[in-house]
């Protein structure tokens, strides 16, 4: 078993509960982890054999682009959604999606969801 990790994706997207949040937009941060075997690939040095972090981070981009979510949550499961669908050898992934400076009324770095699937 092996983990892969990508940290920190940022993407601009227009994401919000509010009007304001989905016509002005803001800043998003999505950390992934992706569990499997990578026994074959650590031996094969092939990318063919490998759970591909290229694609992994294009669907993501993909996800974040799309229709606008009310959700942090709405984003994680499709992005979950789109992983599993597409890529081959996932036992366990858990993504987290952060919206920086959120409008709460208050100074706040980051508000965040994480949610974790397994095959």
């Given at each position: 078993?092996?983990?892969?990790?990508?940290?920190?994706?940022?993407?601009?997207?227009?994401?919000?509960?509010y009007k304001e949040e989905q016509i002005v937009g803001n800043r998003f941060l999505v950390d992934l982890e992706i569990e499997g075997d990578m026994s074959i690939p650590a031996s094969s040095d092939r990318l063919g054999d490998a759970i591909n972090y290229q694609v992994a981070y294009r669907l993501i981009r993909e996800e974040m682009r799309k229709k606008k979510s009310n959700l942090l949550e709405n984003i994680a499961k499709r992005i979950l959604d789109a992983l599993f669908d597409n890529l081959k050898g996932i036992e366990r992934a858990t993504v987290r999606v952060r919206k920086m400076n959120p409008p709460l009324g208050g100074p706040i770095k980051s508000i965040g969801v994480t949610l974790t699937r397994e095959n």
């Open positions: 078993m092996g983990k892969i990790i990508i940290e920190e994706m940022e993407f601009y997207a227009f994401h919000g509960h």
